[in-house]
């Protein structure tokens, strides 16, 4: 079970924007920052955005990332079809003590 | 350039034990926490353990704590994950990342490997 909850899958066609949302607690979101992972089968997850809301080197754009109080969210905007993969959350846990993941959202791209 | 490379995955008996490394290589690995995370088969990621810089804090999920020991050794370039007691649970491939920061309590994890497979099976 996770600590954070994503919903298991969100749609769109391309060009569309795309939203996910990841809901947490005080211990984790509201106090720590948040970071995002993108995971294509077979692949090793890559981090898309870190700290909220920045972007690493070579991540385009049309993705961004948001938090507020005890949730965050992660828009893909102008969605293109290389943007199927499951998108994860995650953020640190003051009370677990360890870093604790969303349950993963795959996006699939009509 | 940067680079995470895991091994030691395999096979295993339940009960048995199994030692992950993962070298690293292109960057300053005493600088940087680095992370253990696993993915069971049709599950999402679930972090597993994580150890600062120089290896002053560790911290273990709660669904390994007490089988799992995470260890470095800086000079080498390499992580370790120590586990006893496997179980069919833990069958997953197996990955280390590099955190973004010295210390621990981080979330950010910036380069991963490809991952190491381990399947425990009679």
């Known amino acids: 079970q996770s600590s954070l909850t994503q919903p298991p899958s969100a749609s769109g066609t391309p060009g569309q924007r795309v939203t996910i949302p990841c809901s947490g607690s005080s211990s984790n979101i509201g106090s720590n920052r948040v970071d995002w992972y993108q995971h294509l089968p077979g692949t090793a997850p890559k981090l898309l955005i870190y700290s909220n809301s920045y972007r690493p080197s070579g991540v385009p754009d049309r993705f961004s990332g948001s938090r507020s109080g005890t949730s965050a969210s992660l828009a893909i905007s102008g969605l293109q079809s290389e943007d199927e993969a499951t998108y994860y959350c995650?953020?640190?846990?003051?009370?677990?003590?360890?870093?604790?993941f969303g349950g993963g959202t795959k996006v699939t791209v009509l | 350039q940067v680079q995470l490379v895991e091994s030691g995955g395999g096979v295993v008996q339940p009960g048995r034990s199994l030692r992950l490394s993962c070298t690293a290589s292109?960057?300053?690995?005493?600088?940087?926490?680095m992370h253990w995370v696993r993915q069971a088969p049709g599950k999402g990621l679930e972090w597993v353990a994580v150890?600062?810089?120089?290896?002053?804090?560790?911290y273990h999920a709660d669904s390994v704590n007490g089988r799992s020991t995470i260890s470095r050794d800086n000079p080498k370039n390499t992580l370790y994950l120590e586990m006893d007691s496997l179980t069919a649970e833990d069958t997953a491939m197996y990955y280390c990342?590099?955190?973004?920061?010295?210390?621990?309590?981080?979330?950010?994890?910036?380069?991963w490997g490809q991952g190491t497979p381990v399947t425990v099976s009679s």
């Open positions: 150890i600062a810089y120089d290896g002053s804090h560790k």
């Open positions: 995650a953020a640190w846990d003051d009370s677990l003590i360890g870093v604790v």
């Open positions: 292109g960057f300053i690995f005493n600088k940087y926490a």
């Open positions: 990342a590099k955190g973004s920061v010295t210390y621990s309590s981080s979330s950010g994890m910036d380069v």
